[in-house]
């Protein structure tokens, strides 16, 4: 377009009426065609003698454009395949890992729902027998205590007996 000369590099294929078209789907008109087929040069356009040689050295070119481009885009279409499957394969492996990781934890838990159960049924035979002992040394206890009462009645008893004996022979 201006005379700075462009470094862009297009790329071309044949469709199937022989006409040229860019890859990217805009189509040339025969001139512009024409025009890209003749060699460059300062004094203007050569005469159509040589376009036959160009033709051949073009449809080279193109043919080789052709193969490098669909070269290219089979190899980027195989990486997509196999980052697919390697995302494909993490995926399986991270479901795998997580299901795993979710076993351990549910059989941790019963275990340690078990060992809970465990533990209380102690704890509830620790209490009836601490509630037996309880029991037990209530009832010591209130043994020794009617014993006590009785020594005490009878030790009182003693007393006032002797006391009264003492204040017999002394009047």
Do not use: C, W
């Not at 669909?70 to 991270?94: H, N, P, T, V, Y």
């Not at 102690?122 to 043994?143: G, S």
């Amino acid at each position: 377009m201006g005379g700075g000369g462009s470094t862009r590099r297009v790329t071309f294929e044949a469709d199937e009426n022989e006409n040229i078209t860019v890859v990217k789907g805009v189509r040339l008109s025969d001139s512009v065609i024409d025009r890209m087929k003749e060699p460059s040069s300062p004094s203007g356009r050569q005469h159509r003698g040589a376009g036959a040689v160009n033709d051949e050295e073009l449809k080279k070119r193109i043919a080789e454009e052709l193969a490098l481009e669909r070269a290219r885009r089979d190899s980027e279409a195989q990486k997509r395949r196999l980052f697919g499957k390697l995302l494909e394969r993490e995926r399986i492996s991270s479901n795998e890992h997580l299901t795993r990781a979710i076993l351990r934890e549910r059989a941790a838990t019963e275990e340690e729902r078990q060992k809970a159960q465990r533990l209380a049924r102690q704890v509830e035979e620790k209490e009836r027998e601490l509630k037996k002992h309880d029991a037990y040394y209530k009832e010591q206890l209130a043994r020794l205590e009617e014993r006590s009462a009785q020594f005490y009645k009878v030790t009182t008893e003693q007393y006032q007996k002797a006391a009264d004996e003492v204040s017999a022979r002394f009047k």
